[in-house]
C-alpha cells in the first residue's frame, strides 16, 4: 500500500518538477533554463519515452532488443518523410512514427521469438545496421548523411508548437505529457493481465503457456509496444530538431538506451526515468572523454550488472524490503483445503457426469530410437481421481505432457470432452478446460503469490488491450471480479496472508499449494497433476488427498501422476499402471496393488510372494 | 560469363569467412548455451594486432601469429569472467548483456589507441589481383575458400580423433556424464571459447588485407556469421559452413545486380523470412523441450 | 577396523526449495557391495549425486578414502577412484562405443594408455556384446547395452568405488539376469559397488548389505539376506502399513 501511494506521489512530484522547470528563473528570478538546457531536458524527456518501451521489453518480458535506437530512428524518419514529401499533418505523422515501428516491431518479433529469446537480439542487431545502412546508401530518399533537413514546424490545431516563452513552451509541454502518457501505459499494462502475461513468459514459458498464454503473441505484443513507443520518441525527436540522420540511431545508441534501463533497474515502475535521468546527465559530463566514451557506457553496463544486476529502483526496493522485513509479524498460514462457500461457484465448469473426459487411443510417443510411450488406450471418467503409476521412467510423465498438449504424440489419437485434440499446442487446451502442475513446481518466482494465481484468471478476461491500458468499465469490473476470485483461491489453499510475497519465498510445500491454487483459477474441467506430493510432508500429504477429494466431489476430473503409493490408494478411484510406456494394469486401486505384474514392475521378479506376507486391504 | 565467375569467386571468399566466424558461434554455442555476443571484435583483433605488431617490426608470419594467438587467449578470458559468472541457470541471459559490455569496451578501445581509420594489412597475395577475363580477385581472396576448408576438416578432425576433442563433445552432449567419466566440463568450455577465438581471430587475419583492418570491421562480419549459424540451426557444424558459403555468395550477386545498400537489407530481410519457414534453422533438427 | 572407504553422514540435498534428502548416513567399507533400495521419489539419485560430487550437498560430510571430499566436483572424485554410472546411463549417444569407452579412461588416457587399452580389452570379455559394436554409434545401441557401455566406461577409470544409480531403469528382466551376475564377479575381484535399485529383489539378492530409502530419510539397513525377507521392505514400497 504504502509503494503504490508512493508511486502515485512520485508521478505527481514528477510532473510537477517538468511543468515548473520552464519557469524555474521566474521563482528564482535567474535566467537559469535558456533555451539550451530546455532542450536537454526535452531530449532526456524522449530518451525516458523510449526507455520506458525498452524497459516493457526487457523488464517485463525478458527479452533485449538492441536494435532500439533503429526503432527509434524509424519512427524518426517516418515522421520526417511523411511532413516532407507527403505533407501529412503533425498529428498524422506522430501517429505513423508509432503505428510504423510497432508494426516493425511485430515482424521482427514473430519468426524469432518462437525459437529462443535469444534470436530476437540478433535480429534486432542486424535490424539495425541494416537500417543505418540503408539511410547512408539510399540518398536520393533519406538525403544519406546529410540527413533529412528542414522539417516543417509542427503544428497542432492551427498553434505552431515551439519550447518558447512566447509559444507558452508548448512543444516543451507536448513532450511531458507524452512522457506521462508512456509511464501510464507502463504502469496500465504492469497492472494488467498483459503485463503479467509478459512477465509469465520471461519467468517460466512452460508454466506460461499451461496456463493458456500464447508465447509467441505475447512476446509479439511486448516488443510492438516497446517499438512504438521507441518510435514515438523518434517522432518527437525529429519534431524537436527539425533534422534527422542516421548518426543518431547506430548501434551504441542502442547500447546507451539498454544501460539506462538496467542502470535504472529493469522490470521495476519507475526504473526508466531514474536511469534516463542518471547516465543522461552522466553523459553530459562524460562528454569530455570523446571516444573513450563509448567504452565508458561498457564498463558502466558491466559494472551495474556484476555489483548491482536489479539497478538503482531495484536495489533500493530490495534494502527497503529488508529494512521493513526485520519488524515484520509472522504470517498466518491457514488450514487447507478450506472450502470457502463462493468455491463452488468457481468449479462448476464441469464435464457432463458420466461422460469420458480423456480418451487415448494407441497413443505412441517416441523421442528418437526410444518409445516413451506405447500404444496406451486410456479412459478417464469425468468427475473421478485417475492415477497413473508405474516405475521410474515408465513413461506416466510422458504420457501428462502429451495429454497436455507439450509434447507431440507420434501416432494414435487423444481425444478431451469429446473433441478429437492431438497436436494443439498447451494454451489452446489450456482454453478447452485442462489444467496442470508441474513436477518441479513452476511458479513464477519474482511475481507476488495474488499475481500467481491472477496468471491462472488470464484466459477469462474479455477485455481488449485499448480498453485496458483506458481503464474502461469492462476491464475494470473483470479485474475486480479476478481478484476477488484470486483471493478466494488463496483463501482455500490457505495462503491468504501470503498474497504480497514474492512466490520464490515460500517454503517448498506452500509453493505446491500456490501452484495448484493457480491452476484452479483456470476454473479447469480437467486437472493434471504431476507428481504434487513429491517433497511434502505426511500431514501435507493428507490435505492434498483431502483437496483432490473435494474437486472430484464438484464434479471435476483428475489424472495424478504420483510415486506415493500411500496416497495414490487413498485418493483414486482408479489406476492406470505403465511399464516401458505400457499399460500393464488398469483397474480400481485394490485390485492393482496386488496384481502381480505391478508388485514385479515396481519391484522385480522373484519378489517375495507378496499375498502371503501382506494381506490385501 | 566471367563476370558470374568472379561473383562466385569472391562470394565463396567472403562466405569462408562468415562460415569460419559461424563455426566458432558452433563452438562456444556447443559448449556452454551461451556465446560471446561481440564475437565480432575477436575477429577484428586478429586483423588489428597484427598490424599494430607489424608496425612495431615484428615479420608478418609471426606477428599474424601472435596476434591470434592473443585474441584467442581474450577469448577465453571472456568466457572465464563474463560468460560464466552469468550462465549459471538455463535460459539465463546475463551472459548476453555482459558480453555485450565487454565488446562495447574492446571495439571503443581500439577505436581509441588504433584510431578510427582503417589500415592496410600488406600481404603478397594482395600486391598484385589475378586477371579473371575483364575483372582481378586477389589471391588473397582465393586463400580464403581454402582456410575454410582446411578449419572445417581440422575442426572435424579434432572433434573425432583428439582426447580433448572427443571431451569436448562430451560436454556438449551431456556435462554431468562428462563430469562423472572425469572431464572438467568447466575447463573444457574455457577451451572451446578459446578455440572459437582462434577461429574468429583467424578468419580477422586473412579476411583483413582484404577489407582493411579497422576497430568497426568486425561487427558487421560477426553478426553475419551468427545469423548464419542461427539460420544453419546454430548446433550443426557442416550446416553452418554451407550458409555461410551460400550466404557470401548470394550477397555478391544481390551487390553485383542491385546494389550494395540492397545487399544487407535483402540478405536481413532472407534471414528472417527462412527462420519464419525454418525456425529450428535449414539443417537443425527440431529441439526437444523438456517439460 | 580402518575407516570406510566411502562415509557419508548428515547427507541433506534441495532443488531450490525442495528437500529430496533430509539428513541421512551410509557408509561403504572396501569391497563391499552395498545397495540403497526405495520406490522412486525417495531420495536415493539425489543422495547419489551428492556423493559423486554432481551436486554439492546442502549439509552433511562426505569423506572418500579417508579424506574429506564433500563438494569436490564429480571430475575430482573420478580422479579419486569414485565413478559413478548415472540414472538413466548418460551415455555419449554421439559417439562412438569405443570412443565412449576412451572417454571413461579419460582421467588417466595421457598417463597410462597401455592400462586402458588393456581394460578396454578387459571390458569387452566382460560385456562381448560391446565388442560387435565397437564401431557404432552409441545411441543405435540398445537399452542394455547401453547399460553394459555405461558400466564399463564406468569401470575404465578403474575405481575403488563403483556408484550405479537404478540399474534396471527401462530394462527387460532377460538383461538384468545377465547383468547382476557380471557386478557380483567385479565385487568378487575386489571392487566395492554402491547400488541404487528400485529393483529391491534384485539388489537384495546380490548385495552384502542393504539400506532402505523413504521420503529423503533412510527407513533402516540390515544384511541383504535378512532383508529380502522382511516385510517391511513391501511395505516401505507399497504404501501398506500395518497400523494403517
Known amino acids: 500500500m504504502i509503494a503504490r501511494t508512493g508511486g502515485w506521489i512520485a508521478a505527481a512530484l514528477l510532473a510537477l518538477a517538468i511543468g515548473i522547470f520552464p519557469y524555474l528563473g521566474d521563482l528564482l528570478d535567474t535566467r537559469f533554463p535558456t533555451s539550451y538546457e530546455l532542450r536537454l531536458v526535452m531530449r532526456a524527456m524522449i530518451l525516458g519515452i523510449v526507455v520506458i518501451g525498452l524497459n516493457i521489453l526487457v523488464g517485463f518480458a525478458g527479452l533485449v532488443s538492441l536494435g532500439q535506437a533503429a526503432l527509434m530512428g524509424l519512427g524518426a524518419h517516418a515522421a520526417a518523410l511523411l511532413a516532407l514529401r507527403a505533407d501529412w499533418p ?69 498553434e505552431r508548437l515551439m519550447a518558447t516563452r512566447a509559444a507558452g513552451f508548448n512543444y516543451y509541454y507536448l513532450i511531458a505529457v507524452c512522457l506521462m502518457l ?104 562524460l562528454q569530455g572523454l570523446q571516444e573513450w566514451q563509448t567504452f565508458a557506457y561498457g564498463a558502466l553496463l558491466a559494472l551495474v550488472l556484476f555489483l548491482m544486476p536489479e539497478g538503482i529502483v531495484g536495489g533500493l526496493a530490495r534494502l527497503r524490503a529488508k529494512l521493513a522485513g526485520r519488524g515484520a509479524q509472522e504470517r498466518q498460514t491457514g488450514a487447507w483445503p478450506h472450502f470457502v462457500p463462493g468455491f463452488d461457484a468457481l468449479t462448476q465448469d464441469r464435464d457432463e457426469p458420466g461422460q469420458a473426459t480423456l480418451i487415448t487411443r494407441d497413443l505412441t510417443l517416441r523421442f528418437g530410437g526410444l518409445t516413451a510411450v506405447n500404444m496406451v488406450d486410456m479412459e478417464v471418467r469425468s468427475g473421478t481421481v485417475h492415477a497413473l503409476i508405474g516405475p521410474n521412467g515408465a513413461g506416466k510423465s510422458s504420457l501428462l505432457n502429451v495429454v497436455s498438449g507439450f509434447y507431440r504424440a507420434s501416432a494414435g489419437t487423444v481425444t478431451l470432452f469429446g473433441q478429437a485434440v492431438k497436436d494443439q499446442p498447451p494454451h489452446v487446451l489450456a482454453r478447452l478446460g485442462v489444467a496442470r502442475s508441474f513436477q518441479n513446481t513452476e511458479l513464477f518466482g519474482r511475481m507476488t503469490v495474488l499475481e500467481n494465481v491472477l496468471v491462472g484468471c488470464h484466459i477469462r478476461y474479455q477485455a481488449t488491450l485499448a480498453e485496458t491500458l483506458l481503464r474502461l468499465p469492462r476491464f475494470l469490473r473483470e479485474e475486480r471480479e479476478r481478484l476477488a476470485e484470486a483471493r478466494l483461491l488463496l483463501e482455500v489453499v490457505g495462503l491468504t496472508d501470503f498474497a504480497g510475497e514474492q512466490a520464490r519465498n515460500l517454503p517448498f510445500g506452500h509453493q505446491r499449494r500456490l501452484e495448484i ?101 | 560469363m566471367e563476370a558470374i565467375l568472379q561473383y562466385l569467386l569472391t562470394g565463396l571468399s567472403v562466405g569462408s569467412v562468415y562460415a569460419m566466424v559461424g563455426l566458432g558461434f558452433y563452438v562456444m554455442w556447443s559448449a556452454a548455451k551461451a556465446v560471446n555476443f561481440n564475437f565480432g571484435d575477436i575477429v577484428m583483433l586478429g586483423a588489428v594486432l597484427t598490424v599494430v605488431l607489424m608496425d612495431v617490426g615484428v615479420p608478418l608470419l609471426p606477428a599474424c601469429l601472435g596476434a591470434v594467438a592473443a585474441a584467442a587467449l581474450l577469448a577465453a578470458a571472456i568466457e572465464r569472467g563474463f560468460v560464466r559468472p552469468f550462465n549459471r541457470e538455463a535460459n539465463a541471459i546475463g551472459w548476453m548483456l555482459t558480453t555485450i559490455a565487454v565488446g562495447t569496451m574492446i571495439e571503443s578501445a581500439t577505436t581509441a589507441l588504433f584510431g578510427s581509420n582503417p589500415r592496410r594489412l600488406e600481404t603478397p597475395l594482395v600486391e598484385a589481383p589475378l586477371r579473371i577475363g575483364g575483372s582481378g580477385i586477389y589471391p588473397q581472396e582465393l586463400l580464403l575458400p581454402v582456410a575454410l576448408l582446411v578449419v572445417a576438416v581440422g575442426l572435424e578432425f579434432f572433434y573425432r580423433r583428439t582426447i580433448t576433442g572427443r571431451a569436448m563433445r562430451a560436454v556438449a552432449y551431456n556435462r554431468t556424464a562428462a563430469g562423472l567419466v572425469g572431464i572438467d566440463a568447466d575447463r573444457m568450455t574455457l577451451l572451446s571459447f578459446g578455440l572459437a577465438g582462434l577461429l574468429g581471430a583467424l578468419s580477422g587475419v586473412l579476411i583483413g588485407p582484404v577489407i582493411q583492418a579497422s576497430a568497426t570491421m568486425g561487427a558487421i562480419i560477426g553478426l553475419k556469421g551468427f545469423l548464419v549459424a542461427i539460420i544453419a540451426g546454430i548446433a550443426n557444424a557442416r550446416g553452418v559452413v554451407i550458409a555461410g558459403v551460400l550466404y557470401g555468395v548470394s550477397e555478391k550477386f544481390i551487390e553485383a545486380y542491385l546494389s550494395t545498400a540492397a545487399r544487407d537489407a535483402i540478405g536481413f530481410s532472407l534471414m528472417v523470412l527462412l527462420l519464419l519457414l525454418f525456425p529450428q534453422g535449414l539443417f537443425g533438427k527440431a529441439e526437444f523441450k523438456k517439460v | 577396523m580402518s575407516a570406510p572407504l566411502l562415509q557419508a553422514e548428515g547427507i541433506r540435498v534441495s532443488y531450490g526449495r525442495i528437500e529430496a534428502v533430509r539428513g541421512v548416513d551410509l557408509h561403504v567399507g572396501a569391497g563391499e557391495f552395498v545397495g540403497v533400495i526405495g520406490s522412486n521419489g525417495a531420495g536415493k539419485s539425489s543422495l547419489m549425486r551428492a556423493i559423486a560430487g554432481v551436486l554439492s550437498p546442502a549439509g552433511g560430510r562426505v569423506a572418500f578414502g579417508g579424506e574429506d571430499t564433500t563438494g569436490q566436483p564429480s571430475h575430482r572424485m573420478v580422479a579419486r577412484g569414485l565413478a559413478m554410472v548415472p540414472e538413466g546411463r548418460m551415455i555419449f549417444a554421439d559417439q562412438t562405443v569405443r570412443e565412449n569407452l576412451l572417454l571413461g579412461g579419460y582421467s588417466r588416457l595421457r598417463s597410462d594408455p597401455q592400462g586402458v587399452a588393456a581394460d578396454e580389452d578387459r571390458m569387452l570379455t566382460l560385456f562381448p556384446r560391446l565388442k560387435e559394436r565397437l564401431a557404432q554409434e552409441a545411441g543405435t545401441l540398445s537399452g542394455g547395452e547401453q547399460q553394459m557401455l555405461a558400466i564399463a566406461r564406468g569401470l575404465l577409470s578403474r575405481p575403488r568405488l563403483l556408484v550405479i544409480d537404478e540399474l534396471s531403469l527401462g530394462l527387460a528382466p532377460v538383461i538384468l539376469d545377465m547383468l547382476f551376475p557380471v557386478l557380483a564377479q567385479l565385487n568378487k575381484e575386489g571392487l566395492s559397488i554402491l547400488l541404487v535399485e528400485q529393483m529391491a529383489s534384485y539388489a537384495l539378492s546380490v548385495t552384502d548389505r542393504t539400506y532402505v530409502m523413504e521420503n529423503g530419510r533412510m527407513l533402516f539397513d540390515g544384511a541383504s539376506r535378512e532383508l529380502a525377507n522382511d516385510p517391511r521392505v513391501l511395505d516401505a514400497y507399497l504404501g501398506r502399513r500395518k497400523a494403517a
Not at chain 1, 118 to 127: P, Q
Not at chain 1, 228 to 244: E, S, T, Y
Not at chain 1, 545 to 569: D, K, Q, Y
Open chain 1, 90 to 158: 503533425f498529428a498524422a505523422c506522430l501517429a505513423a512514427s508509432v503505428l510504423v515501428p510497432a508494426l516493425m516491431g511485430a515482424v521482427l518479433a514473430f519468426p524469432t521469438v518462437r525459437v529462443r529469446a535469444l534470436y530476437l537480439t540478433v535480429i534486432t542487431i542486424a535490424f539495425g545496421f541494416v537500417f543505418v545502412n540503408v539511410l547512408r546508401e539510399w540518398v536520393s530518399f533519406t538525403g544519406g548523411a546529410s540527413g533529412l533537413a528542414s522539417i516543417p514546424r509542427p503544428t497542432l490545431f492551427g
Open chain 1, 182 to 285: 508512456a509511464l501510464w501505459v507502463q504502469w496500465a499494462l504492469a497492472r494488467s493481465r498483459y503485463g503479467r502475461a509478459m512477465r509469465a513468459t520471461a519467468e517460466s514459458e512452460n508454466a506460461a503457456r499451461a496456463l493458456g498464454i500464447n508465447v509467441t503473441a505475447t512476446r509479439t505484443l511486448a516488443f510492438a509496444i516497446s517499438a512504438g513507443l521507441a518510435g514515438l520518441g523518434g517522432g518527437l525527436f525529429a519534431n524537436l530538431a527539425l533534422f534527422v540522420n542516421y548518426e543518431t540511431f547506430t548501434f551504441s545508441a542502442s547500447i546507451e538506451l539498454l544501460l539506462m534501463t538496467i542502470l535504472g533497474g529493469s522490470g521495476t515502475l519507475a526504473g526508466p526515468v531514474v536511469g534516463t535521468a542518471v547516465l543522461f546527465a552522466a553523459s553530459q559530463a
Open chain 1, 517 to 617: 491454487a493457480r491452476a484452479l483459477a483456470l476454473r479447469p474441467k480437467l486437472l493434471l497433476l504431476d507428481e504434487p506430493a513429491a517433497g511434502l510432508t505426511h500431514g501435507e500429504i493428507e490435505d492434498l488427498v483431502a483437496l483432490i477429494r473435494g474437486l472430484a466431489a464438484r464434479g471435476m476430473t483428475v489424472i495424478l501422476v504420483e510415486h506415493h503409493v500411500e496416497m495414490i490408494m487413498a485418493v483414486s478411484d482408479r489406476v492406470t499402471v505403465l511399464d516401458h510406456g505400457e499399460v500393464i494394469a488398469d483397474g480400481p486401486p485394490e485390485q492393482v496393488q496386488d496384481d502381480r505384474a505391478v508388485i514385479e514392475a515396481y519391484f522385480g521378479h522373484g519378489a517375495p510372494a507378496a499375498q502371503a506376507t501382506v494381506p490385501a486391504q
